[in-house]
């Protein structure tokens, strides 16, 4: 590929990425449409003729390393693990 070909390339990425982030604000703002509709309902599930929409409360234990770490930090080695990926940047 040459520089000039890479060059579109980037730019027609930006482009897309930009498109991408109006699409998911627009998508965010139906989201909170729908949320306050369910608020204002009182209700935490809305039946239509085509859909379910749920606005549900989760609740979920999770371990915080970091405090894990500070108080145990001999724990926290033995059980920690290391990963590795790739990260894809354009700047």
């Known amino acids: 590929m040459t520089e000039r070909m890479v060059e ?3 730019r027609k990425l930006q482009e897309l990425e930009a ?3 109006a699409l998911e604000a627009e998508a965010d703002a139906i989201r909170s449409e729908l949320k306050a509709e369910l608020e204002e309902l009182q ?3 809305l039946k239509t003729k085509n859909f379910i929409i749920r606005w549900k409360e989760i ?3 999770r371990l915080d390393s970091k405090a894990l ?3 145990l ?3 926290f080695q033995r059980y920690s693990r290391q990963t590795s990926c790739r990260r894809f940047t354009v700047a």
């Open 8 to 10: 579109n390339r980037v």
């Open 19 to 21: 498109q991408q982030k």
């Open 43 to 45: 209700v935490e599930e």
């Open 59 to 61: 609740i979920s234990s």
């Open 69 to 71: 770490k500070a108080e």
């Open 73 to 75: 930090p001999e724990i």
